[in-house]
């Protein structure tokens, strides 16, 4: 069920037709998925600020309504070890088209999956489970099953990945947390449902899965027009 403060985050994103990711990530999170900490920091004065409460090494990335892909703006930056450092990305960040701010976030790491929903007008909401990061296109290693999701379906789309022996510990690596991905899935699942007359797809990728914990590193939802 879509609590009020969702609906308002849908309501405000109408304009420009899909949820930034502050605001995509604040109703992830408040549908129990597992998100890095993070702030958006709107101007220059909050920026250090809100740094120092999340803590070096972090994350930046550009937050603009006219920037959806971010990599098209090289809007995002890892890594970033000393407030110099994050004043000289806000610079650079505030020349892009309507700025609205800057993403900070804790890094993460872990084997990167992608998680993704996609409602087709013939046979409704259809979840994605991939290998993920900068290499998804290329790879292509998805399963895909109709939501929502059974505990059966989540079985078997982990199974069906041709690199599910990456998961599972391969040649002395730590397998990652099997059980967090299964509630990330199920969390998710009924996160689409809930959405589906409202979005069109919704994209989380990478997401960082470790030993410990899932966690959505980033995360694009897009609205129906």
């Known amino acids: 069920m879509l609590i009020g403060e969702m609906k308002e985050i849908i309501k405000a994103s109408r304009n420009c037709g899909w949820v ?132 059966f379906d989540i079985a078997s789309m982990i199974k069906c990945l041709k690199a599910h022996e990456l998961l599972e510990g391969y040649r002395g690596s730590d397998p990652i947390n099997l059980d967090a991905l299964v509630k990330t899935l199920e969390s998710f699942s009924t996160f689409v449902m809930d959405l589906q007359d409202e979005i069109e797809s919704m994209d989380l990728n990478p997401v960082m899965c470790s030993s410990t914990r899932c966690v959505i590193a980033d995360a694009r939802i897009m609205l129906r027009s």
């Open 20 to 151: 930034m990711e502050p605001e995509a990530k604040r109703m992830l999170s408040l549908a129990g998925l597992n998100v890095p900490r993070f702030r958006w920091a709107r101007n220059e004065k909050e920026v250090a600020q809100l740094a120092d409460e999340i803590g070096y090494p972090l994350v930046a990335k550009v937050v603009s309504p006219k920037v959806v892909h971010k990599s098209d703006t090289k809007g995002v930056v890892v890594g970033i070890g000393t407030q110099r450092e994050l004043m000289e990305v806000h610079k650079r960040f505030s020349r892009v088209e309507a700025f609205a701010g800057m993403l900070i976030e804790e890094m993460v790491s872990g084997v990167e999956l992608i998680v993704g929903a996609k409602i087709d007008d013939q046979f409704g909401a259809i979840i994605l489970l991939g290998m993920g990061g900068t290499t998804a296109e290329i790879y292509r290693d998805v399963s895909l099953r109709m939501a929502p999701l059974s505990p």
